[in-house]
C-alpha cells in the first residue's frame, strides 16, 4: 500500500535563492553525497551562482572531470560550465588543513616543533573525526572570505551521517580538554602527584590511542602539548562556530540516502538530530531509486505467465538473493527515463537454438524480479514518509553507469530538480 506522497523537494529554488548560502550533503557511506553536492554545485552555477564545491575523497575521474585531481587544498575554476555562473571545486586536504590551522596559530618556531612533532603527524594523517573537523574547519574559512554566493559541501565517508556534526567537537574536546591537560600534567607538575595524573591519562588512553602506545609516544604527546599551548581554547572554539554556522538562515542541509533500510533508517535518524540542534533540513535526496518502463505487468502476472509459457526454471537470472544491478553479463539495466533495458544472458539462454518461449520466459522472470525491487524499494521510502511526511523529497534514478564527467552530473542535476518525475 502507497502512502502519502511527500512533497516534492524544489531543488532550484533553493539553489537560486540569495540567501542560501550553505548547503550541506550529508548521508551514510556510499550513497551519493560526493555526486550530488557536485551535481548541485554545478547546476547552481550554470543557473548564474558563484559556487564553490567542498568535495571530500571524490573518485579520481570525477575530480578529474572538474579539473581537481591534484590535491592542493584551494579552490580551482570550473572550466567548461555553460552561463554566466562560476564553479569553483576543491578537494579537502586534511592534513593541509590542520597544518595550516597550527602555521596560522604559532609563532615560526613553535609551529615548526609541532608540525614535525611525530604524535601530531599520527594525529593530522587520520585520528577518527580529524577528517569531519577539517572539513568544517574549511567550511568555516571559505565562508569567512565571502568570496561566493553558495558553498556546497560534500561529507566525509563515515559510517554514520552523524559523525560529520559528532565528530568535530569530540576531536575539539579532547584536543582542548582536560584529557590532553592531564597528560601535560606531568611535564608541568613534576613528582609523584604528576606521575598520578599521567597515570590516569594513560589508562583512559588505551583504546583509540592504543596503537600508539609506549615510552617515545608519551614524550612526544608532552612535547606536542607543551607546543600546542598557546592554541588550547582554539579547536573548542573554532568546532562550536562552525556548528553555529551550520545552524544559521542560509544553511540547508540535504540528506542522501540510497532506498535501502538501512540507510533510511540513518537518514530518518539524522532527521530528527538536525531537528533537535535546530538545523534547518531542505529535504531528502533519494539516489539510485529504480524504475520501470513496464510498471503496469505486475511481478506476479509475469511469473504466473512464464509458467503458463511452459518454459523450464533455467538458472535464476537474479540469483539467490534478489536481483544482480549492473551485472557484466546479463540482468536488468536502467536507461534514460527510468527504462529497463533486459540484457540477455549468455549461453545458454541466448543461443540461435534456443526456443523464444523459453527466452520470453526469463525475460518475463527479470521482469519480476525488477517489480518486486521496486515495491521494496516503495515499501521502505512508505516508511520514512509515515516517520517524517514533512520532509521534502527528490529522486534521482539508479544510472545505468558511475557518473565521472560534467554531462553525467548535468544528468544528475536535472534529475534532481525535476524530483523525480522524469525528465
Ligand atoms: N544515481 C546514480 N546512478 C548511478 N551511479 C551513481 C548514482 N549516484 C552515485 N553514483 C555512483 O556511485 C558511486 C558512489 O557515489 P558517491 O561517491 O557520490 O557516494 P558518497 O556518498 O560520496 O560515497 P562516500 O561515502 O564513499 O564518500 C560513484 O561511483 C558514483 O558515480
Ligand atoms: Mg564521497
Redesign the pocket.
Known amino acids: 500500500m502507497t502512502l502519502d506522497v511527500p512533497p516534492t523537494l524544489a531543488v532550484d529554488p533553493l539553489l537560486d535563492d540569495p540567501k542560501t548560502r550553505i548547503i550541506v550533503c550529508c548521508?551514510a557511506?556510499?550513497?551519493?553525497?560526493?555526486?550530488?553536492a557536485a551535481a548541485l554545485g554545478l547546476r547552481a552555477a550554470e543557473r548564474g551562482r558563484k559556487v564553490v564545491v567542498l568535495t571530500?575523497?571524490?573518485?579520481r575521474r570525477?575530480a578529474q572531470s572538474m579539473g581537481i585531481d591534484s590535491l592542493d587544498n584551494t579552490p580551482r575554476r570550473v572550466k567548461e560550465i555553460e552561463g554566466d555562473g562560476e564553479l569553483h571545486a576543491m578537494m579537502l586536504d586534511m592534513k593541509r588543513t590542520f597544518d595550516e590551522i597550527v602555521e596560522a596559530h604559532a609563532d615560526a618556531e613553535r609551529a615548526r616543533a609541532i608540525l614535525e612533532n611525530p604524535f601530531y603527524q599520527s594525529l593530522s594523517a587520520g585520528f577518527a573525526g580529524t577528517q569531519e573537523y577539517m572539513a568544517m574547519e574549511k567550511l568555516g574559512q571559505l565562508r569567512a572570505r565571502d568570496e561566493w554566493d553558495l558553498i556546497i559541501v560534500?561529507t566525509?565517508?563515515s559510517r554514520s551521517a552523524l559523525d560529520f556534526l559528532d565528530a568535530p567537537s569530540r576531536l575539539g574536546s579532547f584536543l582542548d580538554g582536560k584529557f590532553i591537560r592531564v597528560l601535560m600534567a606531568p611535564a608541568k607538575v613534576g613528582g609523584r602527584a604528576g606521575m598520578k595524573f599521567l597515570n590516569v591519562g594513560m589508562s583512559m588512553m588505551t583504546g583509540t590511542l592504543g596503537k600508539l602506545l609506549g615510552g617515545p609516544f608519551l614524550k612526544d604527546v608532552q612535547t606536542f602539548v607543551a607546543a600546542m599551548d598557546t592554541m588550547f581554547g582554539g579547536f573548542r572554539t573554532r568546532a562550536d562556530a562552525t556548528y553555529r554556522l551550520l545552524q544559521a538562515p542560509g544553511t540547508a542541509f540535504l540528506v542522501?540516502a540510497a532506498p535501502e533500510r538501512d540507510a533510511l533508517r540513518e537518514a530518518a535518524y539524522f532527521v530528527e538530530r538536525l531537528a533537535a540542534d535546530r538545523m534547518p533540513l531542505a529535504g531528502l535526496v533519494l539516489?539510485?531509486v529504480h524504475g520501470s518502463g513496464a510498471a503496469r505487468l505486475s511481478a506476479e502476472r509475469a511469473l504466473a505467465a512464464a509458467e503458463a509459457l511452459g518454459a523450464p526454471d533455467g538458472p535464476d537470472p537474479a540469483g539467490p538473493d534478489g536481483p544482480v544491478e549492473n551485472h557484466e553479463t546479463g540482468g536488468i539495466v536502467d536507461q534514460e527515463g527510468g527504462k529497463e533495458e533486459v540484457r540477455t544472458p549468455p549461453e545458454p539462454h541466448d543461443s540461435p537454438e534456443t526456443p523464444a518461449t523459453e527466452l520470453t520466459a526469463g525475460l518475463l522472470r527479470l521482469h519480476a524480479e525488477r517489480m518486486r525491487l521496486l515495491s521494496r524499494e516503495q515499501r521502505t521510502r512508505d516508511r520514512f514518509t509515515a516517520l517524517h511526511p514533512e520532509v521534502a523529497v527528490a529522486e534521482?534514478?539508479?544510472?545505468p553507469?558511475?557518473?565521472?564527467d560534467l554531462a553525467g552530473l548535468r544528468d544528475?542535476g536535472d534529475r534532481l530538480a525535476s524530483g523525480g518525475r522524469p525528465v
Request: no cysteine.
Open positions: 548521508g557511506g556510499g550513497v551519493g553525497k560526493t555526486t550530488t571530500i575523497d571524490p573518485a570525477l560534500d566525509p565517508p542522501v539516489n539510485r534521482v534514478a539508479a544510472l553507469g558511475d557518473v565521472h544528475i
